[in-house]
Each structure stands twice: as structure tokens, then as C-alpha cells.
């Protein structure tokens, strides 16, 4: 007997259909991610670089999300995560490089968009990394600079010069030397702490809390600078960690 055309029973096509509404979700917010990349390209050509740069930061908070959602609905797929990553490549990749080449980097000719691709060529292969090595690297850190974290240093320098209304072409050159030091760590082997090993289901104590919401306050009162300030210190933080480790292999070899 064929049992492949035969009717499932109503409470499992109910199943079905809910199963296939939940996956929607964690892909609502990679749609969302995907948008605000393609917002900020969009904001870039039009020269409206604070409306461009925000939005990279929006698609920070969206990416964040997505995977948590997937986890907590238990909606993780293979089409989830390779639509991440193409929104990715479009929200941390073309986004932050079109973005600095457009208020900074235009006028240097060859150099302006050579520095430019460079940051978009290694975010690729950092994601292209990421995803064959998601099996056998530590959970607790990431190999290379998160192409996330290296779009806000991007645009974190570009949101900060706005702020204080210095001109693109007036910073050129430290524009360049800030894309192409996010794009080398991306592709580099430095690891960065990756916070994954926190458990937020876990009570705190009230003084973690507390901690939190002054860490709010502050980010509140000067969004610019306070997210550039935090950006940098992790994006430093990898490498700092990484001359610690070599000295004290050092150590013991000089010792003995």
C-alpha cells in the first residue's frame, strides 16, 4: 500500500501550519537586518550619512535577535542561517564600506575604494569562516573581529565625526586606516570574547542590575561617542588578550 498521498491527521497538519507560521519569525528579523543595510546604502547615496549610520546599529540590535528567537522558539534551520548570513554580508559588509567611501574616501581615487573593498572583501570571508568553522571553534570567543562589531567601528567614527559636524574629507586618511584595521581583524586569527558562555535565564544580583541601567544612562546621554568609545575597546580588547597570552608562554620557557 502507498502511504506517501494519504491525508495526515487534522491535528498534525495544525502542527505543521504552526511550525511553518513560528519559523517565520526569527526570519522577520533577518528581513528587518537585511532592510536596514539596504537602507543605509540607499541614505549613503542620498548623503544622509546619521540617518545611514543608525540604521547599521538598528541592524545590530536586529541580528542580535534573530538568533534568540530561533533558540527560544526552537526554529533553528539551515535556511536561517545562510539567509543571516547573506543578510549579514549586506547589513556589516557592503553597508559600512559604501557608507565611509561615500562621506570620506571619494576623493582619494584609487586608494579611497581600494580601502573600501577591503573591508567588504573580508567581511565575506569572515562569514564565509564562521559559517565552516561554526562547528570547532570555542564557543566563548570568535576567531576574527564579528563583522557586526567591526560595521559599528565603521560606524561609529562616522556617526562621531558628524556629531561633532567634522567634514569626511577633512578625516580621510584616519577613515582608511579605521576600515582596513576592522577589515584585517575580521579576517585575522585573533579571538574575541564572544559573551555566549553568559546565561540570561540565571538570576542576577541586584547590583548587575543596577550596573545595567547605568550603563543605559550613560549610553543615553551620548549615543556617538560612548558606542565608538565601547567599539574600539572590544575591537582592541582581542588583540590585547592575544599579546597577554604570548607573554606568558613566554614565561616559562624563559624561566627554565
Known amino acids: 500500500m502507498d502511504f506517501e498521498n ?7 497538519h ?3 501550519k504552526r511550525r511553518r507560521g513560528i519559523y517565520i519569525l526569527p526570519n522577520l528579523f533577518t528581513t528587518g ?5 539596504f537602507y543605509a546604502i540607499v541614505q549613503a547615496m542620498n548623503g544622509r550619512y546619521e540617518h545611514a549610520v543608525v ?17 527560544l522558539t526552537n526554529t533553528q534551520s539551515q535556511f536561517g542561517a545562510e539567509y543571516d548570513s547573506l543578510a549579514d554580508m549586506v547589513s556589516f559588509g557592503a553597508a559600512p564600506s559604501l557608507v565611509v567611501y561615500e562621506w570620506a574616501m571619494r576623493d582619494l581615487g584609487k586608494l579611497g575604494w581600494i580601502c573600501a573593498f577591503v573591508y567588504c572583501a573580508a567581511a565575506a570571508l569572515r562569514l564565509a569562516r564562521f559559517n565552516t568553522n561554526i562547528a570547532v571553534v570555542d564557543k566563548r570567543f570568535f576567531q576574527g573581529l564579528p563583522s557586526p562589531a567591526a560595521a559599528a567601528l565603521v ?18 586618511y584616519f577613515a582608511c586606516a579605521i576600515t582596513v584595521f ?11 570574547y564572544s559573551g555566549k558562555s553568559i546565561n540570561l535565564r540565571r538570576s542576577v544580583p541586584f547590583a548587575v542590575a543596577l550596573l545595567f541601567v547605568v550603563a543605559l544612562i550613560v549610553l543615553s546621554s551620548y549615543p556617538p561617542g560612548v558606542l565608538f568609545a565601547l567599539f574600539i575597546c572590544y575591537a582592541l580588547s582581542g588583540y590585547v588578550m592575544y599579546v597577554w597570552r604570548l607573554l606568558r608562554k613566554r614565561r616559562p620557557a624563559s624561566a627554565s
Do not use: K, Q
Open 155 to 172: 560606524a561609529g567614527f562616522v556617526w562621531l565625526m558628524l556629531d561633532n559636524e567634522i567634514a569626511g574629507p577633512d578625516v580621510r
Open 6 to 12: 494519504d491525508p495526515l491527521p487534522a491535528d498534525t
Open 182 to 192: 576592522a577589515g584585517v581583524s575580521m579576517v585575522s586569527n585573533v579571538f574575541f
Open 33 to 37: 537586518c537585511l532592510f536596514c543595510g
Open 14 to 16: 495544525a502542527l505543521e
Open 55 to 71: 540604521a547599521i546599529f538598528i541592524a545590530m540590535v536586529l541580528d542580535s535577535l534573530d538568533g534568540r528567537v530561533a533558540r
